[in-house]
């Protein structure tokens, strides 16, 4: 497994099927920004809202030959295995992202579980061996990893931005931030104290670029 995170804003999308695994996989997409098409003969209530409301586009029938062809994403969701394994030949013959919902060996890319906390994302496999597990990490992680860390990105993000000036060479970017960001940093920002983290690793941040200076 080669894990890589897409950037699907504007891409056309293509989910099969409308039932609660459709639901599931549909909100994440649009979450990203994609333009979503659903083909499936009926949608649950949530997906139907959804198209009621111009947030997706639903083609009310089952799967026909080449709906794939201009799509950038497919993810089946039906309770069909012959319509899985079909979509599956023609999605591989044109080299498209395809997963199937139910036939993890159909797939090409699989979903993880995610903590979100703005741009901080943890992502979590199993290979497909275990779902119930992933969904379970998911939680105890959700737990310690909650909105401090997004802040505290957030944080690092302008910190960092600051240091390219002061850092001038990749090397020194690479050492300064291997000796600064510390588990004393760390455990500042896991007692909430984001300010007091983000004011050391900026004195650390003023002190290299004194000793740079010095020498
Ligand atoms: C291969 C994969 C393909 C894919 O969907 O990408 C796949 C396949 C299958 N899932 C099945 C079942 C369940 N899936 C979940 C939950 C999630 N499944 C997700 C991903 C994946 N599921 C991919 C691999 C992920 C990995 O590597 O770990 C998550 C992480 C992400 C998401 O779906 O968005 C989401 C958790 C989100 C969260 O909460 O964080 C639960 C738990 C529950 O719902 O409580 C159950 C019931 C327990 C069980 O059956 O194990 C079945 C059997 C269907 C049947 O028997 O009918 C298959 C097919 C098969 O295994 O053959
Ligand atoms: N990957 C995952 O995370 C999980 C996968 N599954 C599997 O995913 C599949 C879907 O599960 P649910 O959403 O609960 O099923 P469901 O029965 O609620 O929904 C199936 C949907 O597929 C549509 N459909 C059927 N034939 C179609 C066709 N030829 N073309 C287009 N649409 C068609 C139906 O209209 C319905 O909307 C099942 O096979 C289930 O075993 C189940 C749980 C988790």
Redesign the pocket.
């Given at each position: 497994m080669y894990p890589i995170n897409l950037d699907l804003n504007g891409q056309s999308c293509l989910v099969l099927g409308g039932g609660a695994?459709a639901e599931?996989?549909v909100c994440?997409l649009l979450a990203e920004g994609a333009a979503v098409t659903v083909i499936a003969p009926s949608l649950t209530r949530p997906l139907q809202e959804l198209a009621e409301s111009h947030h997706l586009t639903w083609q009310p029938r089952t799967y026909q030959a080449g709906d794939e062809s201009t799509f950038f994403l497919i993810i089946c969701a039906t309770d069909n295995e012959a319509v899985s394994h079909a979509v599956a030949a023609a999605a591989k013959a044109q080299g498209k992202l395809l997963?199937v919902?139910?036939?993890?060996d159909l797939?090409n890319f699989?979903?993880?579980?995610?903590v979100r906390q703005g741009d901080l994302q943890l992502t979590?496999?199993?290979?497909?061996?275990?779902?119930?597990?992933?969904?379970w990490l998911?939680k105890q992680l959700e737990q310690h990893f909650d909105e401090r860390y997004g802040r505290w990105l957030a944080e690092l993000a302008a910190i960092r931005r600051q240091g390219q000036s002061v850092l001038p060479t990749s090397r020194d970017r690479q050492a300064f931030w291997r000796q600064a960001l510390t588990d004393d940093v760390m455990a500042l920002v896991d007692n909430n104290e984001i300010d007091a983290a983000s004011a050391l690793l900026r004195d650390r941040l003023a002190a290299w670029e004194r000793k740079n200076h010095e020498t």
């Open positions: 695994v599931r996989k994440r997963n919902c139910d036939v993890p797939c699989t979903l993880p579980s995610i979590i496999s199993t290979n497909g061996k275990a779902p119930a597990l992933s969904r998911r």
